[in-house]
């Protein structure tokens, strides 16, 4: 494996435990100290992962453009960092949401670069176990920040902007794996263009293979289940969970996706690619049964080892999946437009699944879920017919 893809790895376990200590509490904060309503957080959590990928086609063109991945990568994961104190500092909702916002653009600044990076660093034969190795390192930083927010508030006594400061310290390390170990690798893009703006002109969208437009078709359908986790955090709190406890959730989530995600993306490197989405979508569909059902906390963390289990057999594949069907020339383009479809479902499910849950409870919202994740199944299971995507 290229050194380039485990540090990249490491980066992102230390980005993600800074950032999932603070996510695991916000749900809380955000409806229980500052009270604000499902739909509100629906809204919030929706426009932030959409910002993400909508910034993501942006930095992936400008990536192409200037022929260099690494200093987009820096100032994403730099601007991530700088803002994490506005949470602990925040006394209003308003706050809060800015500093969300602002933290996800620094996620869409470095998205597509880094997956650029990563296909440009690494063989084809070896894709899939790339990037299933960085979401799984990822993922594991998503298991250390809620584990942390939980030692934390115990020994802090449940004082929760205290916890929150703590989360800028992996932040820090982060930006410094990237200033020292970090490194360009040529790409067929040849020397910078002459005024590198990350403009989106329709031929450049066009261009993008017919492969890919299929593919982005079906992952936008595949998203639209896949509500925010602040959602699963809500459900446990709402069925009497203790707020210290809540924060379980995204590590019995984050667990089951680490130990997948790695695994499947190996495999998927020797099978058809959309045989593990397809899996991956039959799993969605029974963790959203049985979180529609639940009666009961261990009932709920059943549930969402499903849904994390669904995460590992299904986000690095897709990412794969786009690295196989876009020129290498064109990956950060691909890799920027495809996240703005996703962009477009994520804010439509969330904000979706807020109004439902506030207008017909979490049961009403996890069996929509279940029914679309039925349907993209079956739509997965008819494209690994599909050549192009084998």
């Known amino acids: 494996m290229p050194r380039t893809v485990w540090v990249l790895g490491w980066v992102s376990l230390c980005m993600d435990t800074s950032s999932e200590l603070i996510h695991s509490l916000l749900p809380i904060f955000i409806t229980v100290t500052l009270g604000a309503s499902a739909t509100t957080l629906g809204l919030l959590e929706g426009v932030a992962e959409s910002l993400a990928m909508v910034v993501k086609v942006f930095?992936?063109?400008l990536s192409d453009?200037?022929?260099r991945r690494m200093p987009l990568i820096l100032a994403g994961y730099g601007l991530a960092t700088l803002v994490k104190p506005l949470f602990p500092l925040a006394q209003s909702l308003t706050l809060v949401a800015a500093a969300r916002w602002i933290d996800r653009i620094g996620k869409g600044i470095r998205g597509a670069p880094r997956d650029a990076l990563i296909a440009d660093a690494t063989p084809p034969g070896m894709r899939g176990a790339a990037f299933?190795?960085?979401?799984?390192?990822?993922?594991?930083?998503?298991?250390?920040?809620?584990?942390?927010?939980?030692?934390?508030?115990?020994?802090?006594?449940?004082?929760?902007?205290?916890?929150?400061?703590?989360?800028?310290?992996p932040g820090i390390v982060a930006v410094w794996l990237i200033f020292r170990y970090v490194k360009d690798v040529p790409t067929p893009t040849g020397p910078p263009t002459s005024a590198p703006v990350p403009t989106l002109r329709l031929?450049?969208?066009r261009s993008l293979p017919a492969p890919f437009w299929h593919l982005a078709a079906l992952a936008m359908v595949l998203t639209l289940p896949r509500i925010s986790e602040a959602f699963l955090i809500l459900h446990a709190v709402q069925m009497g969970v203790a707020y210290a406890a809540a924060p379980w959730v995204l590590v019995c989530l984050s667990l089951a996706y680490a130990l997948v995600a790695y695994p499947a993306g190996k495999l998927s490197d020797r099978i058809p690619r959309m045989r593990m989405v397809t899996l991956g979508m039959f799993v969605l569909v029974i963790a959203n049964a049985l979180l529609a059902s639940a009666h009961g906390f261990v009932h709920i963390l059943v549930g969402v080892a499903l849904w994390g289990m669904h995460l590992g057999l299904t986000q690095g594949v897709l990412a794969?999946?786009?690295a196989d069907t876009v020129p290498a020339a064109q990956r950060g383009t691909g890799f920027g437009v495809f996240n703005l479809v996703l962009g477009v479902s994520v804010l439509l499910a969330s904000i979706g699944a807020g109004l439902i849950w506030d207008h017909y409870g979490p049961q009403?919202?996890?069996?929509?879920?279940?029914l679309i994740a039925l349907i993209g199944m079956l739509w997965a299971s008819v494209a690994k017919n599909h050549a192009a995507l084998e």
């Open 320 to 322: 794969s999946c786009i």
């Open 132 to 169: 299933g190795l960085r979401q799984s390192m990822d993922t594991l930083g998503a298991v250390l920040g809620p584990l942390l927010a939980i030692g934390l508030m115990w020994a802090l006594d449940g004082y929760i902007r205290a916890v929150l400061w703590l989360a800028v310290i």
């Open 59 to 61: 930095s992936g063109r």
């Open 203 to 205: 031929p450049a969208i």
């Open 364 to 370: 009403a919202v996890f069996t929509i879920a279940g």
């Open 65 to 67: 453009r200037l022929g």
